[in-house]
């Protein structure tokens, strides 16, 4: 039988196509972030996870190359001091499915 989705929002659609693909990213603790900020994420199942943090202008400023990591809640803990201050966004890639949300920098 056809089923009937209300759609929200762009980003809800994606969050959820996202979710419904078994990963979940959440926002990023402190924000705004200064000296350091903890990723989390959760997986359904055993996936390759990699995670990048771009500026505005899309230019990837950090990439980690996590591997491939168990079902479960992950974290990842990151100096931003390395960073100006302003607005950035990360991304969770797990098996080619990509999450982002923004955060800002002190």
Known sequence: SPAV???LSERDEINEVAILNGISLLQNRPNPAANK????????SSRNVDFEIRD?????????????L???THTITYDVNTLSSGLYTYTLIADGISV???????
């Open 56 to 68: 505005l202008s899309g230019r990837v400023v950090s990439r980690m190359e996590e591997g491939t």
């Open 5 to 7: 989705r209300l759609i």
């Open 37 to 44: 900020t903890t990723f989390t994420f959760e997986l359904n």
């Open 70 to 72: 168990g079902a479960g």
């Open 100 to 106: 982002t949300k923004k955060m800002t920098v002190k």
